[in-house]
C-alpha cells in the first residue's frame, strides 16, 4: 500500500505584537516628520509677516514725517519749485515757437528768391532765343553783302571817317564817379573824348531809372545829344532790386553792325567780354571807355583800346551850377 504525498504548503507566519508596535512607531516617526515640516512652513510665514510688519511700521513712520513735513510749509515749497519749473518750460517752448517763426521766414524768403530767380532765368532764355534770331540775320546779311562783293563790279571809294556809335552804361559810370570823385560825370566830354576826330553814327546812353536820378538829368542827357532808354528799377518781394541794361545792350550793338566802324563802350562791367570778342570777329574795332579802379582786367586785355578815365570827366562846383 502506496503513501501519498501531500502538497508543500508555506507555514503560515502570524504577526507578532512586537512587529505591529514597530510599524506603528514609523507611521508616527514619518506623521512627526509632516508635523515638522508644517511647523517650519508656519514659522516662515511667521518670519515674513514680521518682515512686512516691519515694513509697513517703517511706511507709516515715513508717511508721518511727510505728514508733518507738509503741515510745516514743505508742499508749498514743492508747488512753488513745480510751478517754476513749469514757467521755464513755457518760456523755452516760446523761445523754440519764435525760432520757428523765423525759420518760416527765411524759408519763405527763399521760395520767393528761388521764384525771382525762375522768372529771370525764363526772361534770360527769352532774350538768348532773340539774339540767337539777331545774330543769325546778322550773319546772313554779311553773307549776301560778300556774294555782292564778289560779283560786282569794282568801284572808287572814297575815304570817309569812321562811324562810332558810343553806348554809355549810365548806372556802371554814374556810381563810380560818385564814389571815387564825389560828382557827376559831364557826358559831353565823354562824348568829345569817344569821337576825336571821327564821325558820330549814334550816341546811347542806357539808364535804370531811381530817386537820384531826376528829370533834369534825363534832360542833360538829351541836350548832350544822346538817345535816352530808360527803364524802371523793379522792386522783388524779397526787398531785393533788379535793374541793368546788359541784354539791350548786347541787342542794340548787333543790331548796328552794318552801320558803324567803331564801338565805344563806356563802362567797367565784366560781363561785356563777350560781347567784345564778338564784335571784333565782325571786324568792328571796340574801345573801352571807364574809370581803371572800377573796371574788369578781362575787358581792358580783350578791347583794342582802353581809355582810362579821370577826375577831367567830372563836373567841378562852378561847373555843376553853371549848367543847373
Known sequence: ???????????????????SLSMAELKFQERLKEVRKDLARVNEKKE????????????????????????????????????????????????????????????????????????????????????????????????VRKRKKKFSRPQIRHVRKARVALLVDVQNLFYSARSLFGGWIDFNRLKEAALEDRELARAVAYVIKGPQLDDKFFTVLRKSGYQVREKELVYREDGTRKGNWDIGIVIDSLQMLNDVDVMVLASGDGDFVELVNFLKSRMIRVEIMSFPQATAHELKVVADRYYPMGEEFIFKKDEKKSTE
Open 1 to 19: 500500500m502506496t503513501e501519498k504525498k501531500l502538497p508543500y504548503r508555506k507555514p503560515h507566519t502570524f504577526a507578532t505584537p512586537v512587529d
Open 48 to 143: 515674513s509677516l514680521r518682515k512686512t510688519n516691519k515694513l509697513l511700521q517703517q511706511d507709516i513712520k515715513r508717511l508721518e514725517e511727510e505728514c508733518r513735513g507738509l503741515k510745516t510749509g514743505s508742499l508749498a515749497e514743492a508747488l512753488e519749485a513745480e510751478k517754476k519749473q513749469l514757467e521755464e518750460n513755457i518760456a523755452e517752448l516760446k523761445i523754440r515757437v519764435a525760432e520757428g517763426e523765423a525759420l518760416g521766414d527765411k524759408i519763405k524768403s527763399f521760395e520767393d528768391r528761388t521764384r525771382a530767380l525762375r522768372d529771370d532765368n525764363r526772361e534770360l532764355k527769352q532774350q538768348q532765343k532773340l539774339l540767337k534770331k539777331i545774330i543769325q540775320e546778322m550773319e546772313r546779311r554779311l553773307a
